[in-house]
């Protein structure tokens, strides 16, 4: 079978084994599976996170001498059965999946693995226990959205949100969508997103945000006091001591771009008591300066990935029709696209998510 592999730090296309059907395992024909921003930092920093791997026992690190076929944003069609399973879903029935296989040895993980193939591959194999079976007749192509939007559900439950606070979303890529996406859903706001692309900040309010920042002519902190104010009821059920502080809401800050030198920014400019959930995944060193948290009393929370109630349930909400993940989609390609689609990928202006549909 074809697939687009991550080969000697390069995309490329050729045939490989089409995977056979192990104990509890369904092979699967991959319909739809997007592009992550992920998938983006480990082309170009792959060595970092197999350096990083040696911190998490129990993880296999890719091998980089060896391929890899990215893709972990999937929809897929039920194809065939290995033993030991149920075979509960006929064959053609559309599924989602968290990105993992269930073996003897433990979880493994589809996408950044030697030996399990990606969504970046005609087929792939699946275990059956994780089939999450596609409801009411939802296109391929939107519920391969299931996994980013989960990313931004989980980063939301991780917020720990007590009710009254006013959230900033740094950057309006897919996984600050995602965040404003579920932020909506939780009925929290006024929602204040940041974004130097014009096409995101739109995106942004089409997902939900309520006010939009361009970064290069107004500070995002400075927008986010504005719509953060007390009300006279507010200011005046303060304490004495807080009361001699700035009259402002409780901040909530989400950081969803990932680079090196925005968590900095952020500590500058977030208001005292913060707090900042780091979703953007920084794959290089970076450093910021502990004084400023402790003086700010600032709370910063790490978050990845999701549980499997949230995989389901944002599998639910794209099926109802209460989030619009389809807005995300700018592009799809098929396999012989897929290096180009990286390459599109670094300019915001041009693509938010493209969709690899390996039969095109």
């Known amino acids: 079978m074809r697939a687009a592999i991550f080969r000697n730090g390069e995309i490329v296309v050729d045939r490989i084994a089409e995977p056979k059907p192990g104990p509890g395992q369904v092979l699967v024909r991959t319909l739809a599976c997007g592009i992550c921003g992920s998938d983006l930092h480990a082309r170009q920093h792959a060595h970092r996170m197999v350096e990083m791997s040696k911190f998490l026992p129990g993880r296999t690190p890719m091998d980089l001498s060896r391929d890899v076929v990215f893709g972990h944003e999937f929809c897929c069609e039920v194809l065939d059965y290995g033993p030991n399973t149920t075979r509960k879903l006929k064959p053609g029935t559309k599924v989602c999946s968290l990105p993992a296989l269930l073996t003897p040895q433990g979880i493994e993980g589809i996408g950044y693995s030697n030996d399990n193939v990606g969504g970046y591959a005609e087929a792939m194999l699946l275990s059956e226990a994780l089939l999450l079976e596609v409801p009411n007749g939802l296109a391929p192509e939107h519920a391969a959205l299931t996994e980013p939007l989960a990313v931004g559900v989980h980063a939301v439950a991780m917020a720990n949100i007590q009710g009254g606070e006013v959230p900033l979303v740094i950057g309006c890529g897919p996984v600050g969508l995602a965040v404003i996406a ?22 942004a309010e089409k997902m939900g945000a309520d006010v939009v920042v361009d970064p290069a002519r107004t500070l995002p902190y400075a927008t986010w006091a504005e719509h953060a104010q007390m009300s006279e009821a507010e200011k005046a059920a303060r304490p004495p001591f807080r009361a001699m502080l700035p009259a402002l809401k409780p901040a909530i800050i989400f950081e969803c771009v990932g680079i090196p030198g925005l968590l900095q920014q952020v500590f500058e400019g977030a208001p005292r008591d913060a707090r900042i959930i780091v979703v953007g995944v920084c794959m290089e060193a970076d450093r910021s300066e502990p004084m400023l948290g402790i003086m700010k009393e600032l709370s910063v929370q790490y978050v990845l990935g999701y549980t499997p109630e949230e995989f389901a349930s944002s599998l639910r909400l794209i099926a109802e029709g209460q989030v619009d993940a389809a807005a995300m989609v700018t592009a799809e390609v098929g396999i012989d696209g897929v290096a180009k689609a990286f390459a599109d990928l670094a300019n915001p202006e041009m693509h938010t998510k493209i969709l690899v549909e390996p039969w095109r």
């Open 182 to 203: 579920a932020l909506k859903i939780r009925g929290l706001g006024p929602i204040v997103a940041a974004d130097y692309s014009p096409a995101r900040r739109q995106l």
